[in-house]
């Protein structure tokens, strides 16, 4: 019975650390113009981080007294993806992670 317990308790841990996100960062691997275009973004003073979520989602990270910019941010570097990278992205600002301020789109 106590066997039991501890293979269930393990399982749900399992379970709860396996997310999309995670799993996106582990077996999705960035084309060449994904990872060119995050390095030049990830040089911009008013970027924190950079990174992708999905072959589509690329989140990037601002410092809180960039909120307000937020939705400008998001469309420029949308602007600026239709033509470096050529393929479908939604781009999502945030402060806090998790949270998208704004998100831009390109299909």
């Not at 019975?1 to 399982?11: D, H, N, P, R």
Request: glycine share 2%.
């Amino acid at each position: 019975m106590k066997y039991i317990k501890v293979l269930t308790l393990v399982a749900v841990i399992s379970f709860g650390l396996f997310t999309i996100e995670s799993y996106a960062k582990n077996y999705y691997t960035l084309t060449a113009s994904q990872k060119h275009f995050t390095a030049i973004n990830s040089q911009l003073r008013n970027f924190r981080s950079v990174e992708w979520v999905s072959p589509v989602s690329m989140w990037v990270q601002i410092p809180s007294s960039q909120k307000s910019r937020a939705p400008e941010l998001a469309n420029t570097i949308e602007d600026r993806a239709r033509d470096a990278l050529k393929q479908p992205v939604c781009v999502h600002i945030y402060v806090k992670k998790g949270q998208s301020l704004s998100r831009s789109c390109v299909y």
